[in-house]
């Protein structure tokens, strides 16, 4: 059963796994239909198909979120086969850390690129979706690291890009009925930082332990909790509240 007045059509990209799983999975339990997009389409199975099974409805999506043409491509699939799209996540992101002596012009290039300019160009193929509505939600996923994180150059630059990006867009955009807002979230346990984990060599186990000794609530976060500042975001109950940051961290962070 729906927590809103009506069904919307939503998309979530970097939803194959993790916290854009998490929202999607969310997003449809409050009856909306929702496009899975991700990197690859086999990757969506998961996602749709547990969707699916729940009674929802929702198909998945291959697309490069930096590359316009792709971007365009996905909204004109979700249009034709959910509907106009009027909620819009832009969760998908990649980590290739490093000290700035040793990132490469390549690392930078593509976290910028996947995490702002593809923030940009899906917030533009949809947004004439949502002004013909008169109504729309765009949430987009921040980093705590926006405050600055040692190894991350190119994460924090294009996570307090994306702060600077939703409350420009929240101006330009509140005048035709969409909020935009963005989450930031803290030491979320994800499959993502299992990779960092590796690359430090020590268990998963280990460095979320390690972690949740500095969160003042004394644990790492999960993806539901990402998911459900993105049910309020989206909900109609928001809609006075339109370009703000929400850190989800487990304690003060801004």
Known sequence: MS????????IVTGAARGIGAAIALRLAR??????VVDLHAHETVGTVDEIVAAGGQAIGI???VASTDDAENAVS?????????????NNAGILRDNLLFRMSDADWDAVIGVHLRGAFVMSRAVQSHQVSAGWGRTVNLSSTSALGNRGQANYAAAK??????????????GPFGVTVNAIAPGFIATDMLRETAERIGVTFEDFLA???????????????????AAAFFVSEEASFVSGQVLYVAGGPKA
């Open 77 to 89: 699939r979700v249009v034709e086969e959910l509907g106009a799209p009027t909620i819009l996540i």
């Open 210 to 228: 390690g972690a949740a000794k500095d969160i003042p609530v004394g644990r790492t976060g999960l993806p539901a909790d990402i998911a459900a």
């Open 160 to 173: 307090a890009g994306v702060q600077g990006f939703t409350k420009t867009l929240a101006i330009e955009l």
């Open 62 to 64: 291959g697309a490069d």
């Open 3 to 10: 927590d809103d007045a009506e069904t919307r059509t939503a």
């Open 30 to 35: 409050s009856g909306h239909r929702v496009a």
